[in-house]
C-alpha cells in the first residue's frame, strides 16, 4: 500500500487497522488501514465489489470484522454495533437517505435523535427548536413544515444531513450524495461539506464522479480488490491516475464517436410531440447508428419524453416515425412491438427481477424471439443467447444462475442492458446508464453501446452527466421547461458548453 505522512495537527477522529472480512470464503476485505482527521473530505473510491460498501457497514456497526480494529477518538474497538457507532458520533448517508417521507422535515431531524437517546415520549414543539437550529447554522432554505415526499432529491438530502448533525455525528459518511443531483444542485451540496468541516466534522466520500471527487477531498483512498492499494493527496491525483489504480487499467474517457455513413438512414423521428404539463412540441430525429444524448435539469421533461415513447405516459399530439412510418405508441406492448426498448431510471425497481437468476432475466423480455414455428421456447437458443450475452457484457458473477440481488450496481445495469439486446430492438433509450457504476463498468458499458451503435442500432442516452454525454454522443439534445431549447452537435458537444446550456 503506498501512504503519504502527513502533519496531524490533532489525532485522527477515526482509524481502521488491518481490516479483515470473509463472506462464504470470499474475502471481500484484506487488511484495510486508512485514517480520518478532523475536518477532513477523504474520498473512499474503488471498482463495484472492491470492498468500499463491506468497509462503511463495518465502520457504522451493521458488519463485523473478522479481524483488525476501529480506533474512535484514541479508543479501540474491536467492532461496532450500529448503537455504539451513533453513540461515538459515526452516521451514514445511503442514497436512498432512509428518511419518513410522510412525516416533515423537522420531524425527521429530529426522531431518529429522539428514538437513540431512549426518549419515551416525542414532542414536536419541543422538536421544532432543535431542527431550526441546525438548518439556521448550516445557512439552509428548508420548509420545516413540509412533508419530505413533497421534497426534491437534493432538499432530502439536506435534511439527511441535518438529521445526521442533531444526533452530534463528528464523522458522516456519504454514500454516493452526488448521484441524482444536477451540477447546480451538486455546487451547493460542495458549499454545505465545507461549513462541515469548518465544524471539524470528518467525512468520507463515496464516489464515482472523480471530476467530484478532486474538487471536494483532501485526501483520497483506493480500494482494489478487498486491498486499500493507495492513499494520497487529492492534489497529486488526476482521473487518470484514479482510474488506473482503481482498475490496474489505462482508461480512456476522451470522445470517441464514429462517423456516420451517408447512407445511414433516419429510424426515428419525432414531429411536435406534446403532453399538457410535461413537454410541448419536441421534434427531433435519430439516425442508424446514431448515439444522441438528451439532457436537461431534474424536472425538465427529458425522462417524460422518453417514458412517452416507451409507451408508459402516452403523448397526447403530435408524429412519431419509425423507419419513415407512422406508428401509434399508447402502450408498453406498442413499442416494444415498434422496435423501441428502454432502460428505466430505477433500474433497480423498474428494470429487473431481483430475485430471480441472471438467466432469467437476460430472457424475459425476448420469448417471442426465442420460439419456434409451434410457438414454443427453444431452450438451446435460449441458452446460447444467456450465455452469449453473460459473456460479452462481462457480468462478474459466478454463473448465469447467480440472483440479480447479489451483483453490484455495474454488474446489474449491464443485466438490464443485457435484457433488451437479447430482443434486438431498433431504437435502444437508456435514463442515466452509468448512474451509481464506477468507472471501468462505465467505460465497458459505453463501449458495449458504441457497437451496438457500428451495427446500425439508434441509442438515446438521456443523462446529465457531460462528460458521459461528450464521450459518446453525436449530438446532444438540450431540454428546458419541456421544450428542446438547444442541438449540439460537433465542437459543441463539450463539458462545459452543455453545462453552461442547461444552467441557462
Request: proline residues 4%.
Amino acid at each position: 500500500m503506498t501512504s503519504i505522512a502527513h502533519d496531524k495537527p490533532t489525532q485522527p477522529l477515526l482509524e481502521v487497522r488491518n481490516i479483515v472480512k470473509t463472506f462464504g470464503g470470499v474475502t471481500a476485505l484484506s487488511g484495510v488501514t486508512l485514517d480520518l482527521l478532523p475536518g477532513e473530505v477523504l474520498c473512499l473510491a474503488g471498482e463495484n465489489g472492491c470492498g468500499k460498501s463491506t468497509l462503511i457497514k463495518i465502520i457504522s456497526g451493521a458488519e463485523k470484522p473478522d479481524s483488525g480494529e476501529i480506533i474512535v477518538d484514541g479508543i479501540s474497538h474491536s467492532s461496532m454495533d450500529t448503537t455504539n457507532a451513533i453513540k461515538n458520533g459515526i452516521q451514514v448517508i445511503y442514497q436512498d437517505f432512509s428518511l419518513f417521507p410522510n412525516l416533515t422535515v423537522a420531524e425527521n431531524i429530529v426522531l431518529t435523535s429522539a428514538v437513540a437517546s431512549r426518549r419515551h415520549t416525542y414532542s414536536q414543539r419541543a422538536a421544532r427548536p432543535a431542527a431550526q437550529a441546525i438548518v439556521e447554522e448550516l445557512g439552509l432554505k428548508l420548509d420545516l413544515d413540509a412533508d419530505v415526499e413533497q421534497l426534491s432529491v437534493a432538499d432530502k438530502q439536506l435534511t439527511a444531513i441535518c438529521r445526521a448533525l442533531v444526533s452530534d455525528a463528528r464523522i458522516l459518511i456519504m454514500d454516493e450524495p452526488t448521484t441524482a443531483l444536477t451540477h447546480t444542485e451538486v455546487e451547493r451540496l460542495f458549499i454545505i461539506v465545507e461549513r462541515l468541516r469548518a465544524r471539524g466534522v470528518g467525512l468520507i466520500f463515496v464516489s464515482h464522479k472523480l471530476d467530484e471527487v478532486l474538487k471536494i477531498s483532501q485526501r483520497v483512498a483506493i480500494l482494489r480488490s478487498g486491498k486499500n492499494v493507495v492513499t494520497d493527496l487529492a492534489s497529486t491525483l488526476t482521473p487518470r491516475t484514479i482510474a488506473l489504480h482503481m482498475t490496474g487499467l489505462e482508461l480512456d474517457e476522451s470522445r470517441n464517436i464514429s462517423e456516420l455513413p451517408p447512407e445511414s438512414g433516419v429510424v426515428l423521428e419525432l414531429d411536435r410531440m406534446s403532453l399538457e404539463g410535461a413537454y410541448q412540441d419536441v421534434s427531433f430525429t435519430l439516425r442508424r447508428g446514431e448515439i444522441l444524448g438528451v439532457t436537461g435539469l431534474l424536472g425538465s421533461g427529458r425522462t417524460e419524453i422518453a417514458e412517452s415513447l416507451f409507451g408508459v405516459v402516452p403523448h397526447e399530439s403530435g408524429i412519431i416515425k419509425i423507419d419513415g412510418s407512422p406508428v401509434r405508441i399508447h402502450s408498453i406492448s406498442d413499442a416494444i412491438k415498434a422496435g423501441i426498448g428502454y432502460v428505466p431510471e430505477d433500474r433497480l425497481t423498474q428494470g429487473l427481477f431481483m430475485d430471480k437468476s441472471i438467466a432469467d432475466n437476460i430472457i424475459a423480455g425476448s420469448p417471442d424471439e426465442h420460439a419456434t414455428r409451434l410457438r414454443m421456447l427453444d431452450l438451446r437458443a435460449v441458452r446460447e443467447t444467456i450465455q452469449a450475452l453473460f459473456a460479452r457484457l462481462r457480468v462478474k458473477a459466478p454463473n448465469v444462475q447467480a440472483p440479480v440481488r447479489s451483483l453490484s450496481g455495474g454488474n446489474a445495469q449491464r443485466v438490464v442492458l443485457a435484457k433488451w439486446l437479447a430482443r434486438r430492438p431498433r431504437i435502444l433509450m437508456l435514463n442515466g446508464p452509468t448512474v451509481g457504476v464506477d468507472i471501468g463498468s462505465k467505460a465497458e458499458i459505453l463501449g458495449i453501446l458504441r457497437a451496438e451503435a457500428a451495427e446500425g442500432m439508434g441509442i438515446i442516452i438521456i443523462s446529465d452527466d457531460a462528460p458521459e454525454l461528450v464521450a459518446c454522443c453525436h449530438r446532444v439534445l438540450v431540454v428546458r421547461n419541456g421544450r428542446v431549447v438547444d442541438i449540439l452537435e460537433g465542437d459543441d458537444v463539450a463539458i462545459d458548453t452543455i453545462r453552461e446550456k442547461v444552467a441557462a
